[in-house]
């Protein structure tokens, strides 16, 4: 789903219906890569949660306020590690455009503070 709103596909009629598991995939992932590097003022990534809300902050010129305490939503949350091994492999399938756009944001999540 990330893959298809940063190409822009997920809000259209036709977006949703659009399978991504053939070659058109690889067009729309090619989209969201473009569109997350030339059309993005910022984007945050999960691990870099606190560096993602200091870039917001600089790129859209407020001032932040970070809580002291970190609060979970999910406490009850299974963690992956206790999800088998062939749901874990049916999950990377699933979602294996979304984790190479994600692997691709990773590497230029840097570039943004410059």
């Known amino acids: 789903m990330q893959t298809r709103m940063i190409a822009g596909i997920a809000?259209?009629?036709v977006g949703r219906y659009i399978n991504l598991n053939n070659q058109f995939g690889r067009i729309f992932l090619?989209?969201?890569?473009?569109?997350?590097?030339?059309?993005?003022?910022?984007?945050?990534?999960?691990?870099?949660?606190?560096?993602?809300?200091?870039?917001f902050?600089?790129?859209f010129h407020f001032e932040?306020?970070?809580?002291?305490?970190?609060?979970k939503k999910t406490p009850q949350r299974p963690s992956v590690h206790r999800l088998s091994d062939e749901v874990v492999q049916q999950l990377k399938q699933s979602?294996?455009?979304?984790l190479e756009l994600y692997d691709f944001a990773e590497e230029h999540f840097e570039e943004?503070?410059?």
């Open 95 to 98: 979602n294996s455009l979304d």
């Open 30 to 55: 090619k989209i969201a890569k473009c569109n997350l590097i030339n059309n993005y003022e910022a984007y945050g990534l999960k691990e870099c949660f606190k560096d993602s809300l200091e870039l």
């Open 11 to 13: 809000g259209t009629q």
């Open 57 to 59: 902050a600089m790129k």
């Open 112 to 114: 943004q503070f410059k």
């Open 64 to 71: 932040l306020n970070m809580p002291k305490q970190d609060y």
